[in-house]
């Protein structure tokens, strides 16, 4: 069922955008004479379209934009032929632009799939220490909800056991360098009597840096 409906909501765009593309082009021409926009506002859908559709499904519009934009440019601008392949190759790009953040999803699901899966608790933090997702067990042991603990400063959620200085500065040298692993030994700020034994792995996701660190209660 779901299969169903995403095809009829991919078609339901792909008709609005070529209809979209003609009413504009038309428009422009019946404002400014001879000046046509079939083909840019063709490269633009296409765009759009990877944006939100699988490369096949972009791959599957080319033809219709291109025919559409020949079609409406063949009597008012010169090479229509050519500037009709220009929304081709356009349209390749935008196939190759949709493969790639399929790719960037994937990947993203993958990683969560495999954090989801770990059995020590972990938190998982970006570069400027803002807690990004944290495991239910990690949760359970810092006595804090989901809600309360993303966005959260990973540095109000633990300290060190002797220099919070001295944390802070392992955590952004272990971020800018993206060294091996650190071990390091840290305390939760709430309960002062829960001591971890935690390491701290630096990760990198799209070019955005992480830092994972699993926790071992001691």
């Known amino acids: 069922m779901k299969n169903h409906k995403d095809?009829?909501?991919?078609?339901?765009?792909?008709?609005?955008?070529?209809?979209a593309v003609a009413a504009l082009d038309r428009a422009s021409v019946s404002v400014f004479g001879d000046l046509t926009l079939a083909p840019p506002l063709?490269?633009?859908?296409?765009?759009?379209?990877?944006?939100?559709?699988?490369?096949?499904?972009?791959?599957?519009?080319?033809?219709?934009?291109?025919?559409?934009?020949?079609?409406?440019?063949?009597?008012a601008a010169r090479f229509p032929g050519v500037r009709a392949a220009s929304v081709g190759l356009a349209g390749l790009l935008a196939c190759w632009a949709a493969y790639q953040r399929a790719r960037i999803v994937l990947h993203g699901m993958e990683v969560d799939a495999i954090l989801q899966n770990l059995s020590l608790p972990?938190?998982?933090?970006?570069?400027?220490?803002?807690?990004?997702?944290?495991?239910?067990?990690?949760?359970?042991?810092?006595?804090?909800?989901?809600?309360?603990?993303?966005?959260?400063?990973?540095?109000?959620?633990?300290?060190?056991?002797?220099?919070?200085?001295?944390?802070?500065?392992?955590?952004?040298?272990?971020?800018?360098?993206?060294?091996?692993?650190?071990?390091?030994?840290?305390?939760?700020?709430?309960?002062?009597?829960?001591?971890?034994?935690?390491?701290l792995i630096p990760m990198e996701f799209s070019n955005q840096k992480r830092v994972l660190t699993t926790l071992e209660p001691v």
Not at 44 to 70: D, E, M, N, Q, T
Not at 156 to 180: C, D, M, W
Request: aromatic residues 12%; hydrophobic residues 50%; proline residues 4%.
């Open 42 to 75: 063709s490269i633009i859908a296409l765009g759009i379209l990877a944006v939100f559709f699988s490369w096949r499904k972009v791959l599957l519009a080319v033809p219709p934009f291109a025919a559409l934009s020949y079609h409406l440019i063949a009597d």
């Open 122 to 199: 972990w938190v998982l933090s970006d570069e400027s220490g803002n807690v990004n997702q944290i495991s239910p067990q990690a949760l359970r042991l810092i006595s804090l909800d989901s809600v309360s603990a993303l966005g959260m400063s990973y540095f109000s959620i633990f300290s060190p056991h002797e220099n919070k200085g001295e944390l802070i500065r392992k955590y952004q040298t272990l971020v800018s360098a993206a060294g091996k692993p650190a071990r390091l030994a840290l305390t939760c700020s709430r309960n002062r009597a829960i001591r971890f034994q935690a390491t």
């Open 7 to 19: 095809k009829g909501k991919y078609f339901f765009v792909l008709l609005a955008t070529l209809f």
